[in-house]
């Protein structure tokens, strides 16, 4: 992967829990977690941070950045594109159709687009590199702390979705390999869903989560790339030249009710999230400016739009109504192009797992050392004990919750809310104290930008509390 990441804390190993396959963007980073004191942003006096506005020319960067504009769109498109691909032909058909969905994407692209350009503005004018670390300093504590907690549920909701993606993805491999029907019950114990989801989590999973160092992401980002684009030239390879044997639904043209069309918001938000990787990217930037990375974020999301795009459309063109949660598993098990992109995206996510794991409990440990108001541990022993039982109890968790969570929808659907706060209400926050703690003379462009970050604030807690209320009746209540 192109660049590499300017680091002054831990957190600039975070993230994105965007994520998804491409979730963690940056390329070679073999810092260990709890390495100083510095590494969690703790100093002797962890009082609430006053926000430190000031004009972004002022501002000088301790080091300079390495990453040219185009390696920079790489990482930022490596980080948006993930998991939630898969997902993106059933949005599509619960939105109602193509143009409801396009429309959506369409809509969500100017406040996901901006939001990125807001928080490298706040990122120059606080003079912090890392996503929490910018909503710490602009925002205050209570808010700062309130955004690490989100992302470490984000993480852990990211990771229940990788190992329920492994699980359908050998269902189908292991149906082709043992010639049996599919939707067939397995006949033997060791192909049975419980059994493979659990011996790969264990055997490959859990080692790679334990260690404190993750410089292996490096080979995690280039199969999550290969693996993801892939997949969308397969869908749409099969939809341009359709198995004779598969015929789809029913196509819906328009949504059923006005507010059917929310129904794929979580999924778009899920699908677009690579803000928290967004920060350490723009620092790692040659040229950290606003306008250069205007260029950077805009082309990037272009490129994932016609991505989800090409495989929402194809997907749900090809399937309508019968098409599964998890697109490839509307596919015929004996189907060798798409059992190759099942290989690859198992790789993806077996891999991807522990760099979300690593985000989450640094995040975690974070917390707790600022809970307590220590310093790091110097005690190499506590420090080894406090990080296997993290990740014991973050890996058991996870794995008994994709055991029992049937498909990835019922995932993104809590999860993709808390997205939405991530691209429209954390932004919306930061440029609205921004521009308050500014004083200079309040002018039209400062009332507006004001307005604006209202504006963003409302619209992501709307869409928080739509889809997770939605998704809390629909899929726990109703199941």
């Not at 039982?389 to 659907?413: E, K, M, N, Q």
């Amino acid at each position: 992967m192109a660049g590499v990441w300017r680091s002054r804390r831990w957190e600039s190993s975070l993230q994105t829990p965007d994520t998804g396959l491409g979730s963690n963007p940056a390329q070679e980073i073999d810092m260990a977690v709890n390495s100083e004191p510095s590494d969690w942003g703790y100093t002797g006096n962890d009082e609430e941070k006053e926000p430190l506005i000031v004009a972004p020319h002022a501002q000088s960067k301790q080091t300079q950045g390495k990453t040219s504009p185009y390696g920079a769109v790489f990482i930022v498109v490596n980080a948006a594109l993930g998991a939630g691909l898969l997902n993106f032909p059933a949005a599509f058909y619960m939105a109602g159709g193509v143009v409801a969905g396009v429309v959506l994407q369409m809509c969500l692209l100017i406040f996901i687009i901006t939001g990125l350009v807001i928080l490298a503005y706040c990122s120059q004018v606080s003079n912090e590199s890392t996503y929490q670390e910018v909503v710490r300093a602009v925002c205050g504590k209570i808010l700062g702390i309130v955004c690490e907690i989100a992302i470490a549920v984000y993480t852990f909701g990211t990771c229940i979705a990788f190992l329920i993606i492994i699980g359908d993805q050998l269902d189908k491999l292991i149906n082709a390999m043992t010639h049996e029907s599919d939707g067939a019950v397995s006949s033997h114990w060791y192909t049975d869903r419980k059994f493979t989801i659990t011996v790969t989590s264990v055997l490959i999973i859990l080692p790679l989560s334990i260690p404190k160092e993750i410089g292996f992401q490096k080979y995690a980002s280039t199969f999550s790339v290969i693996g993801t684009w892939y997949v969308t030239a397969i869908i749409i390879i099969k939809y341009v030249w359709p198995d004779p044997e598969m015929s789809p639904g029913i196509i819906p043209t328009s949504p059923a009710s006005w507010t059917a069309v929310f129904n794929a918001m979580p999924t778009i938000c899920f699908g677009f999230q690579c803000h928290v990787s967004s920060v350490p990217v723009f620092n790692s930037m040659r040229n950290a400016t606003l306008r250069p990375w205007g260029g950077v974020v805009t082309l990037s999301m272009i490129i994932c739009l016609f991505v989800y795009t090409g495989t929402g459309v194809c997907g749900f063109l090809s399937f309508g109504s019968t098409v599964s949660q998890d697109v490839l598993m509307s596919y015929p098990s004996t189907d060798i192009a798409v059992a190759i992109a099942r290989a690859f995206i198992i790789i993806s996510v077996v891999t991807s797992y522990p760099i979300l794991h690593f985000c989450g409990r640094a995040v975690l440990e974070g917390l707790w050392l600022r809970f307590n108001g220590t310093d790091v541990d110097t005690d190499v022993v506590r420090e080894r004990r406090r990080r296997v039982l993290y990740t014991l109890v973050w890996f058991c968790l996870t794995l008994i919750l994709a055991l029992t969570i049937p498909d990835i929808g019922r995932v993104i659907s809590l999860i993709g809310g808390l997205a939405a706060s991530f691209i429209f209400i954390f932004p919306g926050l930061c440029l609205i104290e921004a521009k308050i703690s500014e004083h200079d003379a309040r002018s039209a462009s400062w009332h507006a930008l004001v307005l604006y970050g209202i504006l963003m604030v409302t619209v992501g807690m709307f869409i928080f509390g739509q889809t997770t209320t939605n998704a809390i009746y629909r899929d726990i209540l109703n199941h």
